[in-house]
């Protein structure tokens, strides 16, 4: 299997398959999103988790995950978020957090 431009391909033929840059699943379509001034190709479970974090403010996620979690898990688990979006989700409110 390879992957060029988030296209799966196999033994040299493109499939009808991508890789999600964010939380690396392979899903039948991605969209483009601006991930922290970042341009990525995410799949649409990813791009919700983003979406929540604009809404609700990234710092302030960064602050209750700070607060009241030990593990990025469980955070993940009650905000309904993949582990690697969370792992950005927490990245960008420390950034935000820190200015
Ligand atoms: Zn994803």
């Known amino acids: 299997m390879k992957v060029i431009n988030n296209r799966v391909y196999l033994d040299g033929k493109a499939t009808n398959e991508y890789v999600c840059d964010c939380c690396g699943d392979r899903v039948s379509s991605l969209c483009c999103e601006d991930v922290y001034g970042e341009e990525k190709q995410i799949c649409s479970e990813c791009a919700e988790g983003?979406?929540?974090?604009m809404e609700k403010g990234?710092?302030?996620?960064?602050?209750?995950?700070?607060?009241?979690?030990?593990?990025?898990?469980?955070?993940?688990?009650?905000?309904?978020?993949?582990?690697?979006?969370?792992?950005?989700i927490i990245?960008?409110?420390r950034i935000e957090a820190l200015k």
Do not use: C, H, P
């Open 50 to 53: 983003f979406d929540y974090a």
């Open 58 to 88: 990234t710092k302030d996620l960064y602050l209750i995950y700070l607060n009241d979690y030990l593990t990025v898990s469980k955070f993940a688990e009650d905000y309904n978020l993949s582990e690697s979006v969370a792992r950005l």
């Open 91 to 93: 990245e960008q409110g």
